[in-house]
């Protein structure tokens, strides 16, 4: 993926340009509940799905719930990760905890569903900039052979989420260095805790691709080429056409 | 980013068509919706216009903020947090003058 930023007609600071690297490795290596196959089948059933013809009339729906079918998939995933991966990617403002409790139920557990949606995010974050820089989409990375760790934090419990997650207080060993210690654990850094490594990763590319967690609020310089205000204006819109109150 | 400057937040929601008090505000605005949603044709204008005003590092810091906040609202929907205690209460008076409260993920019961 450097090589790929390196040949690219745009300016890439090298250190978002190595966090990018990082993700991409990660993808394709064994995670904690899914193999580096199967990560790399998700990566690119994230990519599909905005061609995909039930997400789009499910869209343009009042309710997506109305519309039935089946999704247009590339065929390497169960039918409930697909429906998982299609609509995070589709129409992430209309999920609701009763779909979520659906998709449980038909067989996805809580561990895989998180690990699933951070492979979202990790390709949209970086599919996202590439599409705004007016640059081809990455190569996806080649699946390592591996087997997934399958390590669930001992402390997780349910907490504001719909899904289980680490409050602080309850992280053990493993988990040292999980969320800041000078100021409380944002609700979006435990979203992903059921899957520690998740949040390492993901919170990788957000250090380097927005901004790492001492700088968001040091108003007494600037560490990008646009200004804080500039930044928060860009991701306040952005929120408000996904209709995100986070 | 000077303390205690005056921002227009309707910018946000494009209740306001201007800068909103920041610097290229408002192409900053149509960039973050050209790239999540009006195709390559008006999303080549807005970057052009967007480089011109704020040069190559600024447009590529611009559109990986784009990008990651893309993916954290997905995040954030998909798993069904809210805004932590003391946010949401220091953000209540201008969450609901910009309509914004409509968008809680704790409102949806029923799709």
Known sequence: MSEYYASAPIEIRDDLAAAHARAWGRIGRSGTWWDGAQRVAIAAETRHAVSCALCRRRKEALSPAAINGTHDSLGALPEVVVEVVHRVRTDPGRLSERWFRGVIAAGLSEEQYVETISIVAHLVAIDTMAGGLGCDLPLLPQPEAGRPSQYRPPGVKPGGAWVSWLEPADLGESEVGLYPVDRPAANIMKAMSLVPEEVRSFFDVVSHQYLPPLAMRDFSREYRAISHAQIELLAARVSALNQCLY | ?111
């Open chain 2, 1 to 111: 980013m000077p303390y205690n400057k005056a921002y227009d937040l309707k910018v946000v929601t494009g209740a306001v068509r201007d800068d909103g008090g920041v610097p290229h505000g408002r192409l900053l605005i149509a960039f973050a919706g050209a790239v999540l949603g009006e195709g390559e044709p008006a999303l080549a204008a807005v970057r052009a216009s967007l480089h011109g005003a704020i040069g190559l590092a600024g447009l590529t810091d611009a559109a990986g903020v784009v990008g990651l906040f893309n993916a954290i609202d997905r995040v954030a929907d998909a798993t069904g947090i809210s805004l932590e205690t003391e946010k949401a209460k220091a953000s209540a008076d201008f969450r609901a003058a910009l309509g914004v409260d409509q968008f809680d993920v704790g409102a949806r019961v029923c799709r």
